[in-house]
């Protein structure tokens, strides 16, 4: 079992804003344009986003088990580490450092810099070159607000959390009250019709999946804190449920006034779906409205990168206690607890991404890895429970147990397999790149072992 790494200091409500925190980012305010290019048809890009939430809901069953099992600090790292071994877990610390984590957080800030250069008075003359500008310019700034401490940077992601979902809330709110005849058929009476299965196919709805469970995820990510959280047994698998309900309920409300709203041509080609849905509702205030939006979205995407940093450091600080070449990265801080070094190095290669690829690539780069190491956790809960002993110290009564094992287990595994492929097939580039860099972790280990 890990060692702790600094004190408890979160509570359950802590856990949650980072959940949600990381979830409800810009997201499901740019990501919407890329599921049309692979699902034509208004209701089952509804049902896609549905199947999403759900999928991301039955893979915190299984969290929550392996939650209660190990509730050190490391989340993932340590439930690869200890069902498959320290390799696993060395290469799955090994992607999040250089592709997954990283990579998301080069995303998040490039949506941060699409937005914020509207506010520039001279934006109409600036491009990619300044967009990336800002976008690195956030990563280091936040990178340096986490070297003040876990406590300072929890009540700061329980604020951001708090303006994210009072922002969404407004959205949703007037665009209910703003209904008219809608733009595209959401008649659910004719999602099975011969004209909609014509232009479907389950490996198109794979493909569209990619970026729906990228805007999803990080609602597992509350784990990787797991050895700074009180209570971790009870807190962990209740931040856990509350994030997939809440996330799922609002995202699903997002897009169907995206749907009712926006013809589906012009969500396609829209680089900002939620500044065009404002436009809209609110007519000749919607120029007013959608720069307010933009202010939230630049909100939401701090509120995101620094979540993801702050959870990424951790992630380094767990795997430094097994991997000697990386022990530096876990070096704390002696006043603030915070590993200095794990944060610095996060910052520092999530900008090299910003300027390396684009937030189009940037979502496939880190699809295959994230997909085949989540069907790997979920399948440790079959290994785990067919195991004899239990090498954990919890009372039998604090653990959570995965209901109608071992058919979640199995499905979240699948699931997450056949999205690895649906990847894999359409971006080959992106994923081969991303497999190269994990297979040259495997001489790395065996180098720092031999040394």
Not at 199 to 222: H, K, Q
Not at 281 to 299: D, H, K, N, P, W
Request: proline share 4%; aromatic share 14%; net charge positive.
């Amino acid at each position: 079992m890990n060692k702790e790494l600094g004190n408890r200091v979160l509570g359950r409500w802590d856990s949650v804003a980072i959940s949600i925190g990381i979830v409800i980012g810009a997201g499901i305010f740019r990501v919407p344009s890329e599921v049309v290019p692979h699902i034509a048809s208004p209701v089952w890009i509804l049902i896609a986003w549905s199947l999403g939430g759900l999928y991301s809901f039955l893979g915190s069953l299984c969290y929550a088990e392996l939650a209660t099992r190990f509730p050190d600090t490391g989340g993932d790292y340590v439930f690869l580490r200890e069902c498959y071994g320290k390799l696993t877990a060395f290469l799955f610390a090994w992607s999040e450092l250089l592709i997954t984590r990283t990579g998301s957080v080069a995303a998040i800030a490039l949506m941060f810099g699409e937005f914020a250069i509207k506010f520039l008075p001279y934006h109409a003359k600036t491009g990619e070159w300044e967009v990336k500008t800002l976008a690195v310019s956030v990563i280091m700034a936040l990178s340096a607000c986490n070297l003040l401490g876990l406590k300072t940077g929890s009540r700061l992601q329980n604020a951001l959390t708090i303006l994210k979902i009072l922002a969404i809330s407004f959205v949703i709110i007037v665009g209910l009250f703003a209904m008219k005849a809608p733009a595209n058929n959401l008649d659910f009476a004719h999602f099975m019709s011969k004209e909609t299965l014509s232009t479907f196919s389950l490996f198109n709805l794979g493909v569209a999946l990619v970026p729906i469970m990228w805007a999803y995820g990080g609602w597992r990510d509350n784990l990787f804190l797991a050895g700074e959280t009180k209570e971790p047994t009870s807190s962990l698998p209740f931040a856990l449920f509350l994030s997939c309900i809440a996330v799922t309920v609002i995202y699903v409300l997002m897009n169907f006034l995206y749907l009712w709203f926006l013809p589906l041509e012009q969500i396609r080609h829209a680089k900002l779906v939620g500044t065009d849905l404002l436009s809209v509702i609110c007519g000749q205030a919607g120029e007013a409205s959608s720069r307010l939006l933009g202010i939230f979205i630049m909100v939401y995407a701090l509120g995101t990168v620094n979540a993801l940093l702050l959870t990424g450091s951790r992630i380094a600080s767990a795997m430094s206690l097994d991997n000697p070449l990386f022990a530096s990265l876990g070096k704390l801080d002696e006043k603030r607890q915070t590993p200095v070094r794990g944060i610095l190095f996060n910052g520092l290669w999530s900008c090299l991404l910003v300027f390396a690829l684009s937030f189009e690539r940037l979502l496939y780069f880190t699809g295959f890895s994230v997909w085949i190491f989540f069907a790997m956790v979920a399948a440790s809960i079959i290994k785990l429970r067919y195991q004899k002993s239990d090498t954990t110290n919890n009372r039998e009564s604090d653990k959570f147990y995965t209901p109608l094992f071992p058919l979640i287990p199995a499905v979240v595994a699948i699931v997450a397999l056949f999205l690895a492929l649906s990847t894999l097939m359409d971006y080959k580039i992106e994923s081969l790149c991303g497999m190269a860099i994990i297979f040259c972790g495997v001489p790395l280990f065996f180098f720092q072992k031999k040394n």
